[in-house]
């Protein structure tokens, strides 16, 4: 049995890079282009919210009916047990908040659950994923594997190695627009 303390934890973010981390579930980070610091800077624009549900399927007369449950303060979760995370950008500006990207780290003691991020963004973000550590983002993660003749090959990366998700909001986030991305992982 696994004890984490989740919450919904709201920050402003003023400076590129900054890293919000905690336990699980380490907060995201927010990276701007240097155009959208100096706008915006000053006003602190972009807020990060960060909420955690846990998957709870129920058997109904022999259906299955998922639903999620909201986690907030002490909660005990079981390996096997997945959670979703919404990130929720809110540019509470007046300006447009231009090359808005949204980096989250997969927590530590959880595996990413392979095809599951999404966006309710209008514009198309780009969803990546590093499993560098966040330090290189592509689209489908691959791995190098020696088969048993020597040959080296080329694979999907496995669910495990994913470190990172990135959402990208493309050229610009409107003022007053909320942008979100979900994805969810899996307890080991």
Known sequence: MKRFSMMSISAIALIA????????????????????I?????KGAVQLRLEAEK????????????????????VVVHPGDILRYTV???NNGDKAVKN?????????????????ATVNDKQGAKITYSIDGGRSFVENPTIKVTLPNGKEETRPAPATAYT????????????????KGTYQAQVR
């Open 100 to 116: 808005l990207t949204i980096n989250q780290a997969i927590p530590q003691g959880m595996v990413y659950v392979l095809k599951s």
């Open 55 to 74: 998957k709870v399927v129920q058997d109904n007369q022999g259906k299955q009916t998922v639903t999620w449950q909201a986690l907030q303060g002490q």
């Open 164 to 179: 990172h998700i990135r959402w990208n909001f493309g050229s610009s986030v409107s003022a007053k627009e909320t942008v």
């Open 38 to 42: 100096a706008q915006n800077a000053k």
């Open 88 to 90: 929720t950008g809110g």
């Open 17 to 36: 890079g900054i890293s919000f981390a905690g336990e699980i579930p380490v907060i995201s980070n927010i990276i701007h282009s240097d155009t959208a």
